[in-house]
């Protein structure tokens, strides 16, 4: 995470404090961010949220490092730079406040005729989001009192709603955690600002891990028997049921994340917030879209029994895992780098793929790829691209590895192997998850072909599939 300074030109909105005062400004930001262009749009959102318009960029992001920053004060020597002189010497004494994710403006008024004619300074300390409310609001919708059940046939029988584990526990999590307890990635993306930009892995019980109240203790005991109880062999039925809670549980936060919003936007009235919150709406409303979609097709092979309709290819590894996880996304870019789908079309029909791990037979665990038939066209090509990879001598280990650390937020690490990895490669891994889940960093064409090379050292046998159909 880097300091960045950048200079905007502004002018004051009607709906400015100073607006009959003020005729330009020139607003000097100091920020953390995770790049420079991740600095550029969080600042920008800022000074909009202040209610200027942006007229012109001065400076772009300049990364302040502590070697050039002295150099960087005598750039700043006038007298009415006095006090931002005083504040970029003392920056490292601020470095905790950045890393709560702190920003800071200096104003450079320029007055209408007859009112400020010489520029001044105003400083503006710490201005956080306001997360209280938010986070209030979160933890109330993930409570018990507020779960349904997603089952088709949901209706009177769905009397007690349970906390349902999205990730088997007993043989799964347990087999990783160390006295109850196992990393995972602290928080949501909400999150991102308190940590200074960055997500990062934290110890956490097992208990609350990857819960959701989205089935009755009926339909979870009835339809989920076949996988909570039996290590996977892999019969269609319980690869089936795997990717179904995936996609069950992906609903029911994508539910409680559109009511979030909506509630959200009900509680603000600054223009800048309400439109950034408006845009939200709309990507998550086409997300949740998709995904009822898809739960819709689910649903009709599972009231068929049509589990054949599920494709899957399973690697078997005979290591102690390391990590396990449950998750589902869109497969945009392939192993080539090759464009699949474009995520930002909300006219797009998007084709789903879900990743877990699951406990097999011989203390073996499996590395899970399964995909709805009628999300084939997108997944066998996603697929074929995990098979030249393969064949053109990537390690297997490692592109299994980029792949869930890049594509699954409900994962959970065990602390015997991540307490021995090196400094390195937890920051690397950190970055990784960063990049991928932060709103300003745009995803790269190329991202599953490189990184977090050799970390895993996992190992795997040659896969089993489903018949593929090419
Ligand atoms: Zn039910």
Redesign the pocket.
């Known amino acids: 995470m880097a300091i960045f300074f950048i200079t905007f030109q502004v002018v004051p909105t009607t709906d400015n404090e100073h607006y009959d005062m003020i005729e330009s400004a020139i607003s000097h930001c100091w920020t953390v961010g995770y790049d420079p262009q991740s600095a550029f749009l969080k600042a920008q959102f800022y000074v909009s949220k202040d209610n200027w318009k942006i007229k012109n960029v001065e400076n772009p992001p300049i990364e302040v490092t502590e070697e050039h920053l002295l150099t960087f004060c005598d750039l700043l020597e006038s007298d009415t730079e006095l006090a931002h002189f005083d504040f970029a010497r003392n920056i490292k004494s601020l470095k905790e406040e950045f890393s709560k994710g702190a920003i800071y403006f200096f104003y450079e008024f320029l007055g209408r005729e007859g009112k400020i004619k010489k520029p001044i300074i105003l400083t503006s300390s710490s201005n956080q989001s306001k997360l209280s409310a938010f986070i209030d609001k979160q933890r109330e919708l993930a409570k018990k009192e507020n779960g349904r ?1 997603l ?1 088709f ?3 009177n ?2 009397n007690e709603i349970i906390d349902a584990h999205s990730i088997q526990r007993r043989k799964s999590l347990s087999s990783i955690a160390e006295y109850g307890q196992i990393y995972v990635v602290a928080g949501a993306i909400s999150d991102l600002k308190k940590n200074g930009e960055k997500l990062i892995y934290k110890k956490a019980g097992i208990n609350k891990f990857s819960t959701f109240s989205g ?2 203790k ?3 005991n009835e339809l989920f028997k076949v996988i909570d109880e039996s290590p996977l062999i892999p019969t269609e039925q319980q690869v089936f049921l795997y990717a179904y809670r995936s996609l069950c549980r992906a609903v029911f936060v994508k539910e409680n994340s559109l009511e979030l919003i909506n509630s959200q936007i009900k509680h603000h009235d600054n223009k800048a917030v309400k439109e950034l919150l408006n845009s939200n709406k709309i990507a998550t409303v086409f997300g949740l879209g998709n995904l009822n979609r898809h739960k819709s097709e689910y649903d009709n092979s599972l009231k068929n029994k049509s589990y054949s309709d599920i494709k899957y290819v399973l690697f078997i590894s005979k290591q102690k895992p390391s990590v396990v996880f449950s998750g589902l996304f869109w497969p945009d870019f392939d192993f080539l780098g090759r464009q699949l789908q474009n995520l930002r079309d909300y006219e797009t029909k998007l084709e789903l793929i879900t990743i877990c791990s699951a406990p097999m037979n011989d203390n073996n665990w499996g590395f899970l790829i399964a995909w709805h038939k009628n999300s084939s066209i997108i997944c066998n090509s996603f697929m074929e691209s995990l098979a030249t990879a393969i064949y053109n001598k990537c390690d297997i280990g490692d592109l299994l590895f980029r792949l869930v650390i890049s594509n699954c937020e409900n994962l959970a690490i065990s602390p015997q192997w991540w307490e021995k990895l090196s400094e390195d490669h937890k920051e690397k891994i950190s970055s990784r998850v960063t990049s991928m889940a932060h709103p300003d960093i745009e995803i790269k064409h190329n991202y599953l072909m490189h990184g977090l090379e050799g970390i895993s050292q996992w190992q795997f046998e040659e896969p089993i599939s489903s018949r593929i159909g090419i």
Do not use: I
Request: charged content about 25%.
């Open positions: 059940c089952h046939d949901s209706g029988k769905c089935f009755c009926h339909h979870d």
